[in-house]
């Protein structure tokens, strides 16, 4: 329903179409109506307030009002000549009325305590200052339009229901509550410098927070949605495979205690809705897996020991750049360390090849594709509270000590022994030449012999060459004893029964004369033999010069025993001489008993004799003799 703006031009317009065309009669009748109209107005102001039973002379009075204008309405002829009465009878209604009714002029009406003020048409004013103390405006169809100018301002001091939809233009400010009950959908931007409480919210843009967002409850996002940086480079993605990539500087930061004031700040990796533990950072930096208390910078106490059970660590993968394992293909697995170098290679510390089926191969200290270790050590302790101990070294040039960190050979061992199994064999190059312990025995092969053993010695000390089965201390079988060199031979022990050779031995010597006398050096010489104790010697002296009168003496290689006989001289041999005084009957060689030289006694018929001296001697006089004596 439109509605009619009632202004002053109306008024205005209404007259002058009514009074054009009147006469003087008809004006005389028409100013008296307007007196009776003054009147009649002056009346209801003076009444109006008394009392409600001069309600109905007010009644009377508008109706005569109404009758009288309505009069004027089909009399009065228009006439621009009348204009002046009509402006006077609006000057005289607008005192009656007691205040202007122009269009620019502030009208106001008393107390109004029932009925409605209804109006057809369209009320048009640049304000309208109403109070409600409770009370509604409705609307059957169009629109409200509260303010022309973006600083207005329009207050609500109780609530406000929007059925509809509300549409804000400019900025809405809630300096209280503001509770939805509904949707609430948003074009443009929301600004929430305080706190905002919504239980459900969907927004089709970009949200812009420029401080905290605490969330009480879960974040949910949709399935392939990202967490993301501004531009994109770091992101946290929730699509099938969830991951999390960092920025184009590569950086990715999870950050447990940024502000400095905890000491127990976790983070965890868990499964089956936290239920399980897989991992956790302890703000010390320690990393635990399996343990919730890493007491190292990687604790892991997981995996077993079986087949059927999963182990703490596993390294390796198929040969080639980020592949990974695959069956029937050759894997490698390392853990290596920093060279000292950083710009150099790593040393590798373990590094497990594994070929083929049959070809598993451990490295420990170095490949060929990294640097090594230039010295291996191998520690252990007599206790687990105990200081290890260096037990092994393999040096840079591959010597191996025991019991040594400074290796001289291959192996070296120090303060221990070598213990082999039974049957087990120490070889050589094929192993044809080898040394093998079978039955208490100690048993030498060579390459020649195969199976059988060259050299046999058995637990009771018996010595087999040539047989495995030897009957004495030492047993030849089908072969000779040859012995060589300047002073070898065989010797018998003290005491040992008779005739048991336990020691032989044959040689020259020299034979050192007494004083005064020297030998000629061309034609003198001496050799011997010694079995066990018993020792012959073999002499021949040429005098090279000779002065005194000394008893002549020659020194014997082995000195003489004691106590083999009664008589003092163990040993005498008859002589060659050569133009020697060897008196009446010869001249004899004879050793007593503890005796390192020999002498030469001259001996008389039926008579002693006398040792022989220097005087009896000459240059180039010769002795020779033969002497067999015991040691």
């Known amino acids: 329903m439109a509605l009619t703006k009632i202004t002053e031009h109306i008024i205005k317009d209404s007259f002058k179409t009514a009074i054009s065309g009147s006469d003087t009669s008809d004006m005389t009748l028409a100013t008296a109506s307007i007196a009776a109209i003054t009147a009649s107005i002056s009346r209801l102001n003076d009444e109006i307030s008394t009392d409600d039973t001069d309600m109905t002379l007010a009644t009377a009075s508008i109706a005569a009002i109404t009758a009288s204008v309505s009069r004027i309405d089909s009399e009065i002829d228009t006439n621009s000549a009348n204009m002046t009465l009509a402006t006077a009878s609006i000057a005289a209604i ?42 509604s405006i409705a609307v059957i169809s169009g629109s409200n339009n509260f303010g022309d100018a973006t600083d207005d301002h329009h207050s609500f001091t109780g609530s406000l229901s929007i059925s509809g939809s509300g549409t804000v233009t400019g900025s809405f400010t809630v300096n209280g509550d503001l509770v939805v009950k509904d949707n609430i959908d948003l074009e443009g931007d929301i600004d929430v410098n305080g706190t905002a409480n919504l239980d459900i919210v969907d927004i089709d843009g970009a949200v812009d927070m420029a401080s905290t967002l605490t969330v009480a409850q879960n974040i949910i996002i949709a399935q392939g949605k990202k967490i993301q940086e501004t531009d994109g480079n770091a992101y946290i993605s929730f699509d099938s495979g969830y991951h999390i990539t960092g920025s184009s500087a590569g950086d990715i930061v999870f950050d447990i205690d940024n502000n400095a004031n905890e000491t127990d700040s976790i983070f965890r990796i868990t499964a089956n809705n936290q239920a399980t ?68 290679d790593d040393i590798t510390i373990l590094r497990l090849d594994s070929e083929s089926i049959t070809q598993q191969i451990l490295n420990i200290g170095g490949t060929s594709e990294l640097n090594g270790a230039t010295m291996l050590y191998l520690n252990t302790a007599s206790s687990s509270l105990a200081t290890p101990q260096i037990r092994m070294t393999v040096s840079s040039s591959g010597e191996v000590g025991i019991g040594t960190t400074a290796p001289g050979a291959k192996l070296d ?178 050793i007593g008993e503890s005796a390192a030289v020999v002498q030469f006694l001259m001996t008389n018929d039926n008579a002693g004799g006398a040792y022989l001296t220097n005087a009896s001697l000459a240059a180039s006089d010769d002795i020779g003799f033969t002497l067999t004596y015991f040691v």
């Open 277 to 344: 533990e897989l991992m956790r950072v302890v703000e010390s930096g320690n990393v635990g897996i399996g343990t919730t208390g890493p007491g190292a910078l990687l604790d892991v106490s997981a995996g077993g020991y079986t087949t059927a059970q999963t182990h703490a660590i596993k390294i390796g993968a198929n040969i080639g750049a980020n592949t990974a394992r695959g069956d029937g293909t050759r894997k490698i697995g390392s853990i290596v360390g920093a060279h000292y170098d950083n710009d150099a």
């Open 413 to 590: 061992i120090v303060g221990g022994d070598i213990r082999l199994d039974v049957s087990e064999k120490i070889g050589w190059g094929d192993q044809l030449t080898y040394i093998t312990s079978d039955a208490n025995e100690l048993r030498f092969h060579t390459l020649a012999g195969g199976a059988t053993a060259r050299v046999t010695i058995q637990s009771a000390g018996n010595v087999g060459i040539g047989t495995t089965a030897p009957l004495e201390k030492l047993h030849i079988e089908s072969g000779s004893v040859l012995v060589t060199g300047t002073g070898e031979g065989y010797a018998f022990e003290a005491g040992a029964a008779a005739n048991t050779l336990d020691d032989y031995e044959e040689g020259s010597y020299i034979m050192t004369p007494n004083t005064n006398l020297a030998a000629h050096s061309s034609t003198t010489h001496a050799t011997y033999t010694k079995i066990g104790r018993m020792v012959t010697v073999v002499c021949f002296f040429t005098v090279g010069s000779v002065s005194g009168t000394d008893t002549v003496s020659l020194a014997v290689p082995f000195t003489s025993t004691a106590g083999v006989a009664t008589n003092t001289n163990l040993a005498i041999a008859g002589c060659y001489t050569g133009a020697v005084n060897v008196g009446d009957t010869g001249l004899v060689a004879i």
């Open 94 to 135: 607008t005192a009656s009325l007691g205040q202007p009714v122009n269009t620019d002029s502030n009208v106001t009406f008393g107390t109004v305590n029932s009925g409605d003020i209804t109006s057809t048409g369209t009320i048009t004013a640049v304000e309208v200052h109403t109070t409600f103390v409770s009370s």
